[in-house]
């Protein structure tokens, strides 16, 4: 299986490829599926409460200095689709570390 080089703040980072034979012949290189983790795995860093108007990439630039590091927002509040996420002004948002990250008590 190939693996491509995504940087470590993406979603797709260390997810494995394989190949198909399509029916020309041609190998078609494709990822694999990606799981999305179970969000008790990360550690809570904050609650955000969304407002009128946020979208989740301002958000995430604001929060954690990266716009398309709303995946991560995604992740830790169970989304499939991100963009539910700030269509209730007042909803809590859990703001967390990277899976696989620890967090520290009493820092």
Do not use: C, H
């Amino acid at each position: 299986m190939a693996n491509y080089s995504f940087p470590i703040s993406s979603r797709y980072y260390n997810i494995d490829t394989t190949t198909l034979t399509n029916a020309a012949g041609e190998q078609v290189t494709y990822l694999l599926r990606r799981f999305v983790p179970d969000p008790d795995q990360f550690s809570l860093l904050q609650y955000y409460t969304v407002k009128e108007g946020d979208r989740l990439d301002n958000v995430a630039s604001a929060l954690m200095g990266d716009p398309q590091a709303f995946w991560r927002i995604a992740d830790a509040n169970r989304a499939m689709n991100a963009e539910k996420l700030t269509g209730t002004p007042g909803r809590k948002l859990r703001i967390t570390l990277p899976q696989g990250i620890p967090g520290t008590t009493n820092a």
